[in-house]
């Protein structure tokens, strides 16, 4: 049995880090704004705000769909479902991001445009539909796709961890009242799953936040991008950098204490 932490440890675990790094991230606003240089760079980084929340919140939702479709592939009563399913996260897991992002974006899309344009084939000569180029899949969409495939792999094992961590015998019990296997998964599996899976499944979520800087390497507009542009003209390194620290900090800080507290909501409800 694990220990429990005492009362004195809980007050020694009071968050101090975290007052300190609101001191510091109070301290550095009021840099910001008085000074006329760091206020300049802040409001170019913060441009790419926008297309960072957007290609992480895309990006994230695509990659838990289909990580929860591998994950039941893996756990199907086929074996050939399931060695499908082992092979792509085995396969996706063992290339890094920066490398997926490459390939989809100059060797993907050009096959799957190719592989569209043959599919349309008989569209087209009936004049019904057109054949497109590669340039019409913008980059931030195949930085979206790359993310997606390279997180899913990730997420596909999360689910799995957490949809095995139900007892056996409540599924067992689930059979014997005679409910169907999707009325089991619904009403039984994923509501006790979801303890398990929602804590990595979060850490997974912060991390896509970081990673999403690697598309500024296509030239997508984020806050790296914006960062990087502003940097080359002006050769203000570290003010432009510091300046894209703080803001990753501000998203990645914010969004940890947010899903820490959804967590801790989450354990407190009763259990079905």
């Known amino acids: 049995m694990a220990p429990q932490p005492s009362p004195r440890h809980e007050r020694d675990d009071r968050p101090w880090w975290l007052a300190v790094l609101v001191l510091i991230g109070i301290v550095l606003a009021v840099v910001i704004i008085t000074n006329d240089i760091y206020t300049q760079v802040f409001r170019t980084v913060v441009n790419g705000v926008g297309v960072t929340v957007f290609v992480t919140l895309v990006a994230f939702a ?3 769909v289909l990580g929860l479709g591998i994950a039941l592939l893996g756990l199907a009563d086929s074996i050939v479902l399931r060695q499908i399913a082992r092979f792509y996260i085995e396969i996706i897991r063992g290339i890094p991001m920066l ?80 409910l169907s296997r999707y009325r089991r998964f619904r009403l039984v599996v994923f509501p006790q799953a979801i303890r398990v899976i929602l804590p990595p499944l979060s850490n997974d979520f912060v ?47 914010g969004l940890s204490l947010a899903l820490r507290r959804i967590e801790k909501k989450m354990k407190q409800m009763p259990r079905r």
């Open 207 to 253: 991390s896509m936040v970081k990673d999403s800087s690697l598309v500024s390497v296509l030239g997508v507009a984020d806050i790296t991008q914006m960062g990087k542009v502003y940097a080359s003209g002006s050769f203000r390194f570290f003010e432009t950098y510091s300046i894209v620290t703080y803001v990753y900090l501000i998203l990645t800080i």
């Open 99 to 178: 490398v997926l992002l490459f390939y989809v974006a100059f060797v993907g899309a050009p096959g799957l445009v190719a592989a569209y344009n043959v599919a349309i084939t008989p569209l087209v000569k009936a004049g019904i539909a057109e054949p497109i180029v590669v340039r019409d899949l913008s980059l931030m969409w195949r930085a979206i796709i790359a993310l997606m495939i390279g997180y899913s792999s990730f997420i596909a094992e999360i689910f799995r961890a957490g949809f095995q961590s139900v007892d056996i015998g409540q599924i067992e019990a689930a059979k014997s009242l005679g």
């Open 62 to 64: 695509l990659a838990t």
